[in-house]
């Protein structure tokens, strides 16, 4: 069976009970908008963060789940000896090839998913469950159906790179590099439910203000009415 099909049966045959216990809440926005600094003041609040990145990193460190595929599909010479995805040899074959990109994506991304689904089924705590996935509006198609709202923290692509170039010395040139290969600014706010923005004149004092809003009004009222909706 297609994975995504399974997943979205997974999902619509939990859905009931989940929706009893928990709100899945994407959380996106482009490189430096300001993602992490509100999901790390969400998870403050009490908030579970599902963060893609890190799954992602779990899968294709040693023994990871990814690792069994990537070696089948990309043979020996892009694993360490720990078992391991040895990134600076994928980095190579993804120079010389840009279709293996996509190939290794074809590999992480649905196990990113299946992933973050099974962590959030595992969570019973939460009044909401953060889904942290910079590439959410990339993927949108397998992650839609999933989510009850897409946050997206909105920001200038100047403000991006002013960002990114403070905090990890990265060139103008390769920022922009980075930015043409995510979604648009304008695309990204098209599927938005809910955005917070983080441009110019906006402090993290403010930033935080706009996190607390959305925390306590928009979404524990929205979870409220959810259940009384049941
Ligand atoms: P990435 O996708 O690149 O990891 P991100 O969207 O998670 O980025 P953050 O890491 O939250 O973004 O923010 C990028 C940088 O900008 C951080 O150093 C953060 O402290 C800083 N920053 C974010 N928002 C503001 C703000 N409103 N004022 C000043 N600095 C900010």
């Known amino acids: 069976m297609d994975l995504y099909i399974g ?4 999902f619509g045959g939990l859905g009931a009970n989940m929706s009893q216990t928990s709100l899945f809440i994407g959380l996106t926005g482009g490189i430096g908008s ?20 890190q799954i992602s990193r779990q899968l294709t460190a040693p023994n990871g789940l990814a690792m069994d595929q990537i070696r089948e599909v990309f043979g020996d010479t892009v694993i360490t000896p720990e078992n ?3 990134r600076d040899a994928m980095r190579t074959l993804v120079f010389s090839n840009p279709e293996v990109k996509q190939r290794l994506e074809q ?20 009044p909401y469950i953060i889904f942290d996935i910079p590439l959410l509006i990339e993927s949108i198609n397998r992650y839609r159906p999933l989510l009850n709202r897409i946050c997206v923290v909105d920001c200038e692509p ?5 960002r990114v170039k403070k905090r ?3 060139s103008e040139q390769t920022i922009r590099q980075i930015l043409q290969t995510q979604a648009s600014r304008e695309t990204r706010l098209l599927y938005a439910d809910d955005v917070i923005y983080n441009g110019k004149g906006i402090s ?3 930033l935080q203000e706009q996190a607390y809003n959305f925390h306590t009004v928009s979404y524990t009222h929205l979870r409220a009415h959810e259940t009384e909706a049941d």
């Open 204 to 206: 993290l004092d403010k």
């Open 158 to 162: 100047e403000v991006q790179i002013e």
């Open 168 to 170: 990890n010395g990265l």
């Open 7 to 10: 997943l979205v049966l997974v």
């Open 107 to 126: 590999i992480i991304h649905p196990l990113v998913q299946q992933e973050m689904i099974s962590q959030a089924l595992r969570l019973h705590h939460s």
């Open 84 to 86: 391991a995805l040895d």
């Open 34 to 53: 300001g993602k992490t600094t509100v999901s790390q003041y969400l998870a403050k609040q009490g908030i579970e963060v599902l963060d893609a990145d």
